[in-house]
């Protein structure tokens, strides 16, 4: 045999390898090929390094890709950008006993050009927005965990330079959100290690695909899956997406 053909056939058999994760909704199967087929936004060629970092992230963090609690983005020969969904992030910090509430909210210069610290995310027309704050309480601790983001440094902008739709249109409720998700991971490092959300990363998420795979088609249509999947596991996945909320967690 060839140097040339062992080498693909090395390829074949990478893009193959099933890893089972095992995620807060259950076990799912991951391969690169079903990475590579079904999970990429951006219509960029990831390479398999970063295929390999977003199972090894899925299968850390216990994330199902499947149902869009993760998703895997590249944007030309730009490097990947790994990114979870909004409502991983309260889901878990409810989960964690020591988790006590939050407050959150933006920083404005209001019409008397006074700094104000406003909770929530109303701003009113003639005010300019500096930035986002949020308050983490945990019960094994006297003091909040407090994070104050900047409005400049985080809002997402196009490849030409001008502000993309979400953070134009909803500019206030972004940068909270960024405050939010930075609060949590702060509080709770080991819940949400690794772990960055859309708004943090300057990715519009309207130009995501957030509908969930067809997990029937994906294990149908790769080599090496339906042998290693039982058909309770393919059930289970499935019927976890008509359980999954529409409703914003991080609002």
């Known amino acids: 045999m060839s140097i040339a053909n062992s080498l693909q056939g090395k390829v ?4 193959t390898k099933v890893t089972t994760v095992e995620t807060d909704t259950g076990n799912i199967k991951l391969s690169s090929r079903i990475v590579r087929d079904y999970l ?16 090894a992230l899925c299968s850390a963090q216990k994330l199902n890709p499947l149902i869009k609690e993760a998703y895997l983005i590249k944007y030309g020969t730009l490097p990947a950008q790994m990114i979870v969904s909004k409502d991983v992030y309260q889901k878990r910090a409810n989960k964690n006993p020591n988790y006590d509430g939050k407050k959150a909210g933006v920083v404005v210069l209001n019409l008397q050009n006074n700094v104000d610290y406003r909770e ?6 003639g005010e300019t927005l500096l930035g986002g704050w949020c308050e983490v309480y945990k019960k094994n601790s006297k003091v909040p965990e407090r994070v104050e983001v900047s409005f400049d440094e985080y809002v997402g902008k196009k ?15 972004m940068i909270r959100k960024v405050a939010v998700a930075q609060a949590l991971r702060e509080a709770f490092t080991e819940d949400f290690q690794g772990m960055y959300t859309a708004e943090e990363m300057g990715v519009d998420e309207t130009d995501l695909n957030n509908e969930p795979v067809n997990v029937q088609t994906v294990y149908e249509g790769t080599n090496g899956i339906p042998e290693q999947s039982s058909s309770s596991d393919v059930q289970m996945t499935q019927s976890i997406y008509e359980s999954v909320a529409e409703e914003d967690p991080m609002a």
């Open 12 to 15: 074949q058999q990478s893009s």
């Open 40 to 55: 990429v936004n951006g219509g960029g060629d990831v390479t398999d390094q970063e295929v390999s970092l977003f199972i």
């Open 120 to 125: 929530g995310a109303l701003l009113i027309e």
């Open 159 to 173: 490849k030409d330079g001008s502000i993309n739709n979400q953070w134009a249109t909803k500019p206030a409720t």
